[in-house]
């Protein structure tokens, strides 16, 4: 592993990521950890929302910080719950969620390991 450091201003958001409707900004995370984490912010991408698919993430941990606005998810065996900026998410390794909707100004932080995760997703 080795140090890292990154500002906003040299790393934009792109629209790159796992989900169509959300713009992501990379941290630097996975490469100065040999790809163990990755640490993104995702924001709403302007006029997009949400599908409402199922699915789940081959993951040993996740983690999810909402930074502002507000997002409704469902997680399987423990219902829909409205994350709003301060909400602090421990998403359980494969729990089988989906996101049904979101503000136009959502914006969360996300650490994952490993960083090279697998998404399924699910009927």
Same mark, same amino acid.
């Given at each position: 592993?080795?140090?890292? &450091? *990154?500002?906003? $201003?040299d $790393?934009? /958001?792109s629209h790159? %990521? =796992?989900?169509? @409707? /959300?713009d992501?900004?990379?941290?630097g995370? @996975?490469? #100065?950890?040999?790809?163990k984490?990755?640490?993104?912010?995702?924001k709403? #991408? $302007?006029? #997009?929302?949400?599908? %409402?698919?199922?699915?789940?993430h081959?993951?040993?941990? *996740?983690f999810?910080?909402?930074?502002?606005?507000?997002?409704i998810?469902?997680?399987?065996?423990?219902?829909?719950? $409205?994350?709003?900026?301060? +909400?602090?998410?421990? *998403?359980?390794?494969? &729990?089988?969620?989906r996101?049904?909707e979101h503000?136009?100004d959502?914006? +969360? =932080?996300?650490?994952? =390991?490993? %960083?090279?995760?697998k +998404?399924i997703q699910?009927?």
């Open positions: 592993m080795k140090f890292s &450091i *990154q500002h906003a $201003k $790393k934009p /958001f790159d %990521g =796992l989900r169509e @409707y /959300f992501y900004r990379d941290l995370i @996975y490469e #100065s950890t040999d790809k984490v990755v640490a993104h912010v995702i709403a #991408s $302007k006029g #997009s929302n949400a599908h %409402g698919d199922w699915h789940c081959e993951v040993e941990f *996740q999810v910080f909402v930074l502002k606005g507000w997002a998810f469902e997680y399987e065996g423990h219902g829909t719950h $409205k994350l709003e900026a301060g +909400t602090c998410v421990h *998403q359980a390794p494969g &729990i089988r969620h996101e049904i503000s136009d959502f914006e +969360t =932080l996300e650490l994952i =390991l490993p %960083g090279d995760f +998404t699910l009927p």
